[in-house]
Nanobody, 115 residues
């Protein structure tokens, strides 16, 4: 069983920045792929960024150049640095842990971009 707890969400003005954190429990954190997904009201959950156990990253086109995913295996933590935020980035952001057929989700943290 893996438990994930996200933090760092909040209200930010357009053009601002936030850093999300996701702390995972369990001893298999370093061998899993981690990801951030988001879901806006009325929309399906969508991939934002992923990072493999070897730290290879992948980004959705709509965040390339603005968001950066990173991980600290010693702290069982994955981060999402979000810069140049736009109102359309408003959503609940979820952390994901994936290894083979196993998949775990956090409960999410709300990011609101508004003036």
């Amino acid at each position: 069983q893996v438990q994930l707890v996200e933090s760092g969400g909040g209200l930010v003005q357009p053009g601002g920045s936030l850093r999300l954190s996701c702390v995972g429990s369990g001893s298999y954190f370093s061998i899993a792929s981690m990801g951030w997904y988001r879901q806006a009201p009325g929309n399906q959950r969508e991939l934002v960024a992923t990072i493999t156990s070897g730290s290879t990253t992948n980004y959705a086109d709509f965040v390339k150049g603005r968001f950066t995913i990173s991980r600290d295996n010693a702290k069982n933590t994955v981060y999402l640095q979000m810069n140049s935020l736009k109102p359309e980035d408003t959503a609940v952001y979820y952390c994901n842990w994936a290894r083979g057929p196993m998949n775990y989700w956090g409960k999410g943290t709300l990011v609101t971009v508004s003036s």
